[in-house]
């Protein structure tokens, strides 16, 4: 579902040579499997554990540091191209632990939600959304994106244009849900619970 996220007419990624979901895929099963060594020795849960003790009238909060990124991710577009990629690596790299919260967190669409909650999925929505009506908005949209798309991987010189910003954010964000599909393939599902 991450693939489906993004317009089809905000995706450039179709009419490069490279860069396809097969080099995600194969990258992310590297990833994962450096993550699970790494976490081997805490000895995670390998399925979600029950809350025993909800408390309905207290609110969730996702901790500063998810607040952080979030807040971050849902300013993709309008944000420098650096602080973006960094920004995609952190939680592409929590996205890939093997902790079952993190992954159900992270990497499950369908996770219902509290109202005024929020998870990577639905930031992105939100994110996409903004995207669309955006996008509406630039004249030449696509053939703008397209360009800066090669600009960025070298292909042709850069040049300033209005909305820079904008297409590498979009750029970025393609390839960010590309990165999360693929983890989510390698990792699988979750374990049910016991």
């Known amino acids: 579902s991450f693939l489906c996220l993004v317009p089809e007419e905000a995706k450039t990624s179709s009419c490069m040579e490279e860069g396809g979901y097969d080099t995600y895929v194969h990258d992310a099963l590297g990833l994962v499997q450096a993550c699970r060594a790494s976490a081997a020795p805490c000895g995670w849960p390998p399925a979600p554990q029950p809350l025993d003790a909800c408390h309905p009238e207290v609110t969730f909060y996702e901790g500063h540091f998810l607040k952080v990124l979030f807040d971050r991710m849902t300013r993709i577009l309008d944000q420098p191209y650096s602080l973006n990629l960094q920004v995609t690596s952190v939680l592409s790299r929590l996205a890939a632990f093997p902790h079952p919260h993190l992954h159900e967190y992270l990497l499950d669409p369908y996770l219902n939600l509290a109202p005024g909650c929020r998870s990577l999925f639905s930031v992105l929505v939100r994110v996409i959304g903004d995207l669309m009506q955006r996008l509406q908005r630039v004249p030449h949209f696509r053939a703008k994106l397209l360009l800066v798309r090669r600009q960025l991987m070298g292909l042709v010189p850069g040049e300033q244009m209005d909305h820079a910003m904008l297409f590498k954010g979009v ?22 619970p016991p």
């Open 171 to 192: 750029v970025v964000l393609e390839e960010f849900c590309k990165e999360l599909a693929a983890i989510a393939l390698v990792k699988g599902p979750p374990e049910g």
